[in-house]
């Protein structure tokens, strides 16, 4: 999870941390340190790269700001494939860039 505020600043993955995805059921006040995703309409865009860097998420605001998006929050960068999908082609993870956005 990379902070919004911090993104376009000089340490942007300042207060970045791990993102879990818990089943349906699981009660995440058993968890301490937990921020729930807000609800929304949410920008999504898969692309390759490495889940720690933060040039695709600041391409993909800058590409939300261009349509008349607002960002509204952190950025999810999830791995969605690791290792198992590189080949000669691909030497990077296989991401998703997720965050609410305004219409």
């Known amino acids: 999870m990379l902070r919004y505020d911090e993104l376009e600043g000089d340490d942007p993955l ?3 941390g791990t993102v879990a995805i818990l089943p ?6 058993a968890f301490s340190g937990v921020r729930l995703l807000p609800e929304g309409i949410y920008l999504c865009c898969s692309r390759w790269g490495m889940p720690y860097d933060p040039q695709g998420a600041r ?11 607002r960002v509204l929050d952190d ?3 999830l791995c969605l494939m690791d290792t198992v999908s590189y080949n000669e082609e691909h030497r ?3 991401c998703c860039l997720q965050a609410p956005v305004a219409l």
Request: hydrophobic letters at 40%; aromatic letters at 8%; a negative charge.
């Open 59 to 69: 391409e993909f605001i800058g590409h939300a700001k261009s349509h008349g998006l």
């Open 92 to 94: 990077v993870d296989f």
């Open 14 to 16: 300042a207060g970045a």
């Open 24 to 29: 349906a059921g699981v009660d995440p006040s």
């Open 75 to 77: 950025v999810c960068d």
